[in-house]
């Protein structure tokens, strides 16, 4: 760790610990890269000098996983600040989450390939971020305006931060919940709402997108059961990018469903969860099977994924390298798995 002072301190360092204000307020958090605006935002906070990782680097053009990393770090030094009661700013959030819709408006199958991390230890800020992703690619299909989508991005990452006001015993309890830990589990919408509206610079809006994340189309949600379009639209995306997302991550009580097993089951909803205009688009629009994810097929086949999207990816082209326990295949050839109807996925690999 080095203590450098502001005119020392260059782009794409990593900072070794939070920046604090004279107010007690975490402007940055321990782990972020610095960007070149932030030196500037730095001085004008009075800030004297910022501690760095050794081997800081410059910043070079675009770094999907450090873009990636750096909006994980930032959702979750915020949400661990307010279950800690510690002040935080919203900056590098905002920030993050610009750098985030702006690449993904450029081209949205950019982050594609990094959701779907699971640690069972950082779930819900992993979870966030993809939901946020998903989201804004949904968004952008949808040719939604941009201050809309980044409200959007906003209101996505920021979707289950009223889980810090729930108890850890419930939030993390291996098991089924009582009907009574989930009556108290339900209440983090309005957390989340209560959370948001104390933000300075997030809209109430984005407050009440955060408060209908839960709402399903035929009025069975919570909090309010709200029904069809008096849901807000941004609620109708986030809340089919939430279920789609938690439906690939293992959970104590249920293993994992296989992507293409998840978006089965949002197609065959019919009506009743979603707005099923926008959960069409969702699975038009995102790589159910992003490319160079290796899957094991029920062949016991071991295969890359050949880019594609939308329905396609559903059941992609993979071009087979390995076979499980078996020697590498020194010729891959592909299975195009639309062509092939009884060979399907069984597991991600990496
Ligand atoms: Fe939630």
Redesign the pocket.
Known sequence: MQKLSLDEVKAGMILAKDVVLKDGRILLLKGFTIKPRYISKLKSYDVPYIYVEKDGVELEEFNEDRVYGDAFSSIKGIMECIRNDKKYDLVQLKETVYDMVGHILNDDMLFMTLTGIRDIDNYTFLHSVDVCIYSVITAKAMNLQYDEIHELAMAAIL??V??CKIPISILNKPGKLTDEEFEIMKR??LY?YEIARQMPGVSEKTARIISQ??EKWDGTGYPAGLKNYDIELGARIISIA?VYDALTADRIYRKRFMPHEAAEYLMADNESQFDSEIMKTFINSIAIYPKDVVVLLNTGEVARVLPSKGMASLRPKVSVITKKDGPPVFTPYEIDLRENPTIFVTDIIS
């Open positions: 979707h289950d009223g889980k983090h919408s989340g994340h839960h939430d």
